[in-house]
Structure formats: C-alpha cells, structure tokens
C-alpha cells in the first residue's frame, strides 16, 4: 500500500505545501531520509521565494506533482553530517539552491555542469533517486548530498544571502559563460525584480558599465542611486531606446512575460549578446535579419553548476554583494505570493523559517 | 541634373541589369570610374548567382533601386593597378565579393570586420561615397579599391572559385567565429544549396562529422557520395529527428524560408550553437525554454571581413575546395533565376562572363 507523505522516509518533516493549482500554500506533514554517508542536515533558517515556487505551486509550467513543497534558496546551519562528509562540520552555516541530485557521469556532471544533466534532481517537485517526490525549503529541515550544499562564509548576511543560491547563480553564471563579466563592459539588464537587482550588483563588481531597461519609470531612482546602475531606460519611450542603439556589448534579460526582443537586439553592439534568464511560457519572435546583420547572438542560461555555485558565493562575500531582501513570517506567504504575481516586492521575499516555521 | 548611368564615370562599361521588380534582366551600358592610385581593374571572367542577387532584383528586401545590375561573387584577371597597389599586378588572378569599401576608421574597420562597418558599400545597389550608385559583377569589368579584392590561389580553378566569394565566406566565417573547427565535433547543415553545400565541404576539411539536415531525401545519394557528408537527416521524419536529439555541437543553417527553429535546437547538445546564415524575411518562433534548458545559442553572421575572405580562400586553395556549379551563359540568366527560385541548381549557377557577354 502507498506510504503518505509523512511515512515515506524514517525522519519527521513539517513545512508548508500547495495541494492544487490554486497555489495556496498551508501547513504540511511528510518526512525526509536519514542522514546518509555523504548527506549533510540542516536546519533551516531562511529560505527566499523564488518565482519559480509561484509558478510550480499553480501548476503553470504543467508538470507540478502534488502536495509540493516549494523553496530552492535555502540556508540553515548544519546539525549532523555522514560519515564521509569533507566540506561542511556540525554548525555550518550553508545553503541549498535549484539541485540536490544529478547522475554524475555524463559528460554534463564531469564538466561541473551538474544544472544541465538530463538526470538531474530538482530540489523540490522532482523524483528523487528512491522515486520519491522531493520537498523544498519551506520546511523546518533539509538532508542533502554534500555535493548540492554550498558553504556561506562567516560574513554572509543570511536572509539576504539566501537568494543568491538561485536568482543569484542564475545571472552570474551566464556573465561569466558569456564573457560578460569584464571590466569595462557595457551591459544592459532588463527587468529589475529578483534576478535584475543582483545582475546589477554582479555586473557593477564585475566592473562593467550597467543600464538597466525596464518598463516602469518608477523603479529608476532605486536603480541608479540604490542599486548603482549608470543609466535607465524605460523600454516603451521610443527616444531613450533609439539614443541607445547600438551601445550595449551584452544584455541579460530577465523577463519572464512575453516581450518583444528585437528592441533589445538593436541595443545590442555588433556581435553583442543577449542572453535570456527569464522563461516566458510562450514563444518569442526571433527576427533574423538584426541578428544576420550585426553578427549578434541570443542565448539562454539555467541556473548553475554546484562548482560555480560556490564560486559565486565567494564572490559575493568578498564583494559585500547580497540580495535586498523583505523578510517575512511563515503564515505571510500566501499574500507573499500575490504580491510576487504583482510585481510588489523589492526585490525578493525571504521566509524567516527559523523563527516563524511552527508546527501546531 | 544627374547624369546617367552611361555617363556619370568615364570608362564606358557593359552588363545586364533589371529595371524594375519583375526582376527581369537585360543589356545595359552604364560606366566605371578612371583606376585611382589605390584602385585595381579587373576584368570580369564568372560570377557567380548568389541568391540575393535574386532577392534584390525582385526587391523582395524594399531596398532596391533600378536598375541595378547585380553580382557579388566576381572572379577575373587584373588589367591595370594603381601606382598605390602592390600586392597585384596585371594579369594576376583575382576575385570580388560582397563589399568594395568600407569607411576605414570605425572599430569594425579596424579589426577587419568591414563586414559590419555602418557604411560599408555594397558590390551593388549601394551609394559609393561619392554619391554614385555601384554596378555589381554581371558585367564586363570592375574597378575596385585594392583592398578589397581577393587574390585566388593558383590551382583552384576560377568558375568555381567565383561562389566562395560570397557563399563560401558566408559560412567559413561563423564557422570559425563560432569556434565549429574542433576535429571529431559533429555539424549539422539544415539546407543544401549553394550555402550548405559549402558548409558539408568546409566541415570536412575540417575534420567534423557532417550531417546535412535536409526537408526530402531527393539530395540524399549526392549529400553522401558527392560532398562527402557522414549522414543524412530528414527533417520530416519524426522517427529520425527523434533519435538524433541531443548528438549535435554545432548547426548552420541555410534555409532562407520561414522555418521552425524548435526542432533544429533540439539537435544540439548542451552549449550548442545554432546560426543563421540563411536570412528568413519574418521572424521565427524560439521558445526561450529550447535555449534555456541546454544553454543554446542562436546567432548571426553576414558574409566576412576581407582578411578572412583571404584566409577562407587560401584555405579552399590548401584542400582543393571549391563550389558546385552549373555555368550558364549571360543570356540565360533569366531562366536561371526562375529555377533558382525553385531551388532547381546543384547547387550554384555561375555566368561565363567572359565568353558570353557581348553586347
């Protein structure tokens, strides 16, 4: 007979769930595996509110198992360890992003590229490798493999710093595939939510010159004085846009409704790159004349391998680079979710697990 | 007044030209200026029928003024230089390509990029600086700036080296730009025409697995045993495409109609790298999940910068590459056009300028 949630594996676990593509979330009963050789438990302390939660928890995407537990930016702090476990000791601050599992042997997984693997294990909603559905961070603990969890230095602020573990990864791996991360370089974001605002802060310690492009002219003086973006451009007025043509070496478009991109390829310099880190569910039109003719390039990026995402913490600790974050109780989240429906949150909510997460 | 055609240079010149959008080509005098200092003079022995000669005829592209008289891929024999020029001398074996000038300063410029310089000026149907409109290959001789013609390898025979002057540049640039040169990698060429036949041989040279990607099995037998391509894929094939998800590094694609993308990038592998050398007038549908999910690239490239026209032609000189042709006389240009319209050429046709232009 099937086991529920809550007996499928030995260890006790409350979080908060959707049950349907209403996408309410309540409170929720299930269980994790004990702590393997190579895994590594934790509690949680924080964990962000990812678009992508929103859009598993109604199902938009079209493959959401319920109940689904969602959260892939979490950080807590170590309470027990495998017997092989090498990176990480009881106490530990560390974090959990978008992976918890791969195959570890294609050519993806022994480039470090454990985020493309056609086998990988998402943190929540995806079958682990004992075939069961995997919870995410709205929940009071996590067990993972010491290959998925990451390491925050001493100085990392950690409800800020629990975004970087997906909006963070997500644009700084492409800066870098991309070799839009050099000094000197000019780059335009589009979109300043929860991956536009650390694209920003990514590109400026990169030392480049950054714009950000955004449809809502009330988000400029945050942009420029807060964010330290150099300029703004409101995408629908038809004169900053033509003034900018031709002026951008890369454009990282994080967008995640359907939008016209050829403005945004005639931003572009010739052999300029725009590199899509938004998903619109529907899709674009690609023109191919402007592409043709200015020996220009769109490309798409996902998340980030577990090497990178390392490297990326690291970075932001040494440049003081977090998310700006609004931390909110564990019985918010619903409002939490309309607001992020509405665009209404600079930049990215935070769940304060450790203090409001309470099983009645 | 603006003089005409026959008059607005010195040096009386003859070709064939259209007049208006019928894209119907006939005799034309027009002229060419005096050879300048850093000019050479060449005169015209193929050129080959590129397909935007067609496109721009017809003005399928809005950009046309009658008449013009087309041709960019232009090869002959040099008849005078200019006091300036010393790379050429008379009698030299030399080609034309897609550009006679470019402004010279710009950063494009600079990096032998004249390809992507703001004012490049087009073989034909372009405004020269000084104002006058160019006259392109379908004609009896050209005069050119010296750097921007193109020295062909001596043992390359010259009717069929005229197409790499456009079409041959058009993909080794991106192949190169685009890093498609690792020996053991595996290309896709979605078209075979006069593009994607010279992608397949390029992609050998170089060492790749080559499989054309075409829409009927009706080139199969000549992708394979001709051009030397590893396999074949039917793109409407379901069964076929399904099996090779996944096995491609690198795709050109030539195909200049309106076509899905979708199935294409789902060749590629992660990191793989699709462009578009075809030049499809609306735009394509890309779902962003399709280069999300694996990384993908789609990219653009137009034809090359002079340097690396060189260094294509010196590399088809090295492994005896040239183009497929079918040669045709001036006078049946016409014809020719209304089947390359059909895609009926295996798979360039080039005009035998020299034994059949006569006015």
Not at chain 1, 134 to 144: E, F, I
Not at chain 1, 273 to 294: C, D, S, Y
Request: include cysteine.
């Amino acid at each position: 007979m099937t086991k529920s949630p809550e007996e499928r594996q030995p260890v006790k676990a409350f979080g908060w769930a959707a049950t349907d593509p209403s996408g309410h979330l309540s409170p929720f009963n299930f269980s994790r595996r004990e702590t393997g050789d190579c895994d590594v438990r934790f509690k949680v302390l924080y964990c962000g509110i990812c678009h992508s939660d929103l859009h598993a928890a109604k199902n938009e995407w079209g493959f959401s198992i319920y109940p689904l537990v969602p959260g892939h930016e979490i950080v807590g702090e170590v309470t027990e360890v495998g017997n092989q476990v090498k990176k990480v000791k009881v106490g530990d601050k560390v974090g959990v992003g978008c992976l918890v599992g791969a195959c570890h042997s294609c050519h993806d997984c022994t480039n470090d590229l454990e985020n493309y693997c056609s086998k990988r294990i998402f943190t929540y909603c995806s079958k682990g490798s004992d075939g069961t559905v995997t919870y995410g961070g709205y929940s009071d603990h996590m067990v993972a493999d010491e290959r998925y969890v990451v390491n925050f230095p001493e100085s990392m602020p950690l409800a800020a710093a629990a975004p970087l573990l997906c909006a963070g990864i997500t644009v700084y791996s492409p800066l870098k595939y991309y070799g839009l991360g050099e000094p000197g370089k000019h780059l335009g974001i589009v979109g300043l939510g929860g991956l536009g605002h650390v694209a920003v802060k990514f590109a400026k310690a990169f030392g480049a010159k950054v714009t950000v492009i955004s449809t809502s002219p009330s988000k400029k003086e945050e942009a420029v004085n807060h964010l330290g973006a150099d300029s703004f451009l409101v995408s629908h007025d038809q004169d900053q846009m033509q003034a900018a043509m031709g002026t951008m070496d890369g454009i990282i478009d994080t967008v995640s409704a359907v939008h016209p991109i050829l403005p945004l390829i005639g931003l572009l310099k010739t052999h300029g790159k725009l590199v899509m880190v938004g998903a619109p569910e529907k899709p674009l039109e690609l023109p191919i004349f402007p592409l043709a003719l200015g020996r220009k390039m769109v490309a798409g990026s996902a998340m980030g391998g577990m090497k990178e995402t390392q490297e990326m913490i690291n970075f932001a600790a040494k440049h003081k680079i977090a998310a700006d974050v609004e931390v909110i109780p564990m019985d918010y989240i619903n409002t939490a979710m309309e607001r992020l429906a509405n665009g209404d949150v600079r930049y990215r909510f935070v769940i304060d697990i450790g203090n409001t997460l309470v099983n009645p | 007044m603006a003089k005409s055609p026959e008059n607005e240079h010195p040096q009386k010149a003859f070709g064939w030209a259209a007049r208006d959008n019928s894209g119907i080509l006939s005799p034309f005098d027009f002229s060419r200026r005096e050879n300048g200092n850093d000019d050479v003079t060449l005169k015209i022995l193929y050129c080959g029928v590129c397909h935007s000669d067609l496109h721009i005829v017809k003005n399928d592209w809005g950009v046309t003024t009658y008449p013009v008289v087309p041709g960019h891929e232009m090869v002959g024999l040099v008849t005078k230089i200019g006091s300036n020029v010393k790379k050429f001398k008379v009698g030299d074996k030399v080609g034309v390509g897609v550009i006679v000038d470019s402004c010279k300063n710009c950063e494009n410029c600079q990096q032998d990029l004249q390809n992507y310089c703001p004012k490049a000026v087009f073989t034909y149907n372009s405004p020269n600086f000084d104002g006058t409109k160019t006259y392109g290959g379908y004609s009896d001789f050209m005069v050119v700036h010296q750097q921007f013609v193109l020295q062909i390898p001596e043992n390359l025979p010259l009717d069929a080296s005229a197409p790499l002057l456009c079409a041959g540049i058009t993909v080794y640039s991106p192949m190169m730009y685009y890093g498609m040169t690792q020996p053991g990698k595996h290309l896709g060429v979605a078209g075979l025409g006069g593009l994607g036949h010279m992608a397949v041989k390029f992609g050998k040279a170089l060492g790749l697995k080559v499989t054309v990607i075409s829409s009927s099995t009706r080139k199969q037998a000549e992708a394979i045993n001709k051009l030397g391509a590893d396999f074949f894929l039917v793109s409407s094939d379901p069964e076929k495409m399904k099996a090779a998800i996944g096995t491609m590094d690198y795709i050109i694609d030539t195909v200049s109609a309106v076509h899905p993308l979708v199935p294409l990038l789902g060749l590629l592998k992660l990191n793989g790298k699709l462009v578009t050398v075809g030049l499809p007038e609306k735009p394509l549908e890309l779902p962003i999940f399709s280069i999300v999910k694996g990384r993908k690239l789609v990219g653009g490239s137009d034809f090359g910068g002079i340097k690396e026209t060189q260094e294509m032609l010196d590399f088809c000189g090295k492994h005896n590459i040239t183009a497929e042709i079918e040669l045709i006389k001036m006078d049946q240009i016409n014809t020719a056009m209304a089947r390359l319209a059909n895609s009926d050429v295996r798979y360039r046709f080039v005009i035998d300028v020299a034994n059949s232009l006569s006015k």
